[in-house]
Each structure stands twice: as structure tokens, then as C-alpha cells.
């Protein structure tokens, strides 16, 4: 799975800006990226179609137009980042998250002067803050606009990897940690059992779902 980076902060504070920046440098650098976006206003369907057939009982419409494709889900519970970044496979080198300050991953928050020395993550979830610098908070600091500096630590941080074989596991659409050594192994185990089948080369990426049933 790609490697997640939570951009936060609070309301007003610019968090959409600094992803926005991060984006257009880290693309203009050949990463590709993805977004995620915690949203506080339900979804409204891109189309009268997508409407109609969700309003006939489709859990799921997927639109394909002229240099996009979208998909609507119902969704009984709102899914966790964890969810939404294993529906994203392995198709991108990093997925950029606006919001989920609550989620397990690291985070960037953005902070303004205004808001005092309080912060929304504790120190240790935190790479970086874009803004105002807390005296009491021990991590890179940035301008809110050095989105070229911000984009470098991102890159040395999540996208510089030395060669070898990792293994990500989801349970129930839950990230579950594991130790390198416990990742080295899946990954070689899986690497080992579907190298000798017939059309496969030189996978870069095996994604296996195991679904129990009754």
C-alpha cells in the first residue's frame, strides 16, 4: 500500500492550501499522488444517473466521462483511511490526507499563531508543522507556502526506500502494524509461491483478499 501523510489542521487554519502545494511539487517531480479528503458535508452524486440508480438500492455506481472516472458508495458507516487507502491499492507512491487527525498515521499540521502553543497531535505524530512553530514542539517547522521545502522532507521521508520486498496487512480494512522483519517474510512467502505461475514475470505488487463467508 502507498505510504499516507495526514496534512491537519483546524478550521481556517489552510490545511487544503498546504495539499494543494504538496500536490503540484511532489507531481511536478513525477511522484504520483493521491487524496484523500474528510469531508463535513454529505456527497452530493455527480450525475442525475448515479442519483437515480443509488435511489433504486445500487450500493455502488461507478462513472466513466471524458478524462475521469468517479464512484459513488453507500456506506452504512463512515470508512476509516485505513479503508479508503487499501481501496487504493498500490496504484500511487503516496497518498496526501486532508484531515483524519485521529487516524494512526504521521501528520503535518498546520498551525497559526493564533491558536496558541496547544496543538491538535501530540509531538510524536508528528513530520513536520507548516505555519507557526509552538516553543514547546521539537520538529521541523516550515512557512505555510514552503510547499518546495515541505515537498523535499516528504520525499526523503516516505519515497526513499532502498530495494527489497515489503508486505502491508489489512484486516477487515484495518491497518494492522508489523514488524519489519514479519513484512520481509510475507512478502517473500507470497513473492515465492506466485513467481512460478504461469504469466507471471516480475510482479512489483501481489494484492491477496481473503474473504470468509457465512
Known amino acids: 500500500m502507498p505510504p499516507v501523510l495526514c496534512v491537519v489542521g483546524r478550521p481556517g ?56 472516472v468517479a464512484s459513488i458508495r453507500r456506506v452504512d458507516d463512515e470508512p476509516s483511511l485505513d479503508e479508503l487507502v487499501w481501496e487504493m491499492r498500490d496504484d500511487y507512491d503516496l497518498v496526501l490526507a486532508d484531515g483524519f487527525h485521529r487516524s494512526s498515521y504521521l501528520k503535518l499540521e498546520v498551525h497559526r499563531a493564533g491558536d ?12 513536520a508543522i507548516a505555519g507557526d512553530k509552538p516553543a514547546n514542539v521539537d520538529v521541523p517547522a516550515f512557512a505555510a507556502d514552503d510547499f518546495a521545502h515541505m515537498a523535499d522532507l516528504v520525499r526523503r521521508r516516505f519515497l526513499t526506500q532502498e530495494p527489497g520486498e515489503d508486505a502491508t496487512l489489512f484486516i477487515d480494512g484495518v491497518r494492522l502494524p508489523l514488524a519489519l522483519f514479519v513484512r520481509k517474510i510475507v512478502a517473500s512467502t507470497v513473492l515465492g509461491m506466485v513467481r512460478p505461475l504461469k504469466g507471471v514475470d516480475d510482479p512489483k505488487s501481489v494484492v491477496v483478499a481473503v474473504r470468509r463467508r457465512g
Not at 455527480?46 to 440508480?53: F, T, V
Open 13 to 68: 487554519s489552510g490545511s487544503q492550501a498546504v495539499v494543494e502545494g504538496l500536490v503540484r511539487e511532489l507531481t511536478a517531480k513525477g511522484v504520483r499522488v493521491a487524496t484523500a479528503v474528510e469531508a463535513t458535508e454529505p456527497l452530493t452524486p455527480p450525475s442525475q444517473a448515479a442519483a437515480d440508480y443509488a435511489t433504486a438500492g445500487s450500493e455502488m455506481t461507478i462513472i466513466r466521462a471524458p478524462g475521469s
Open 116 to 127: 496558541g502553543d496547544e496543538m491538535l497531535c501530540h509531538k510524536n505524530e508528528l513530520l
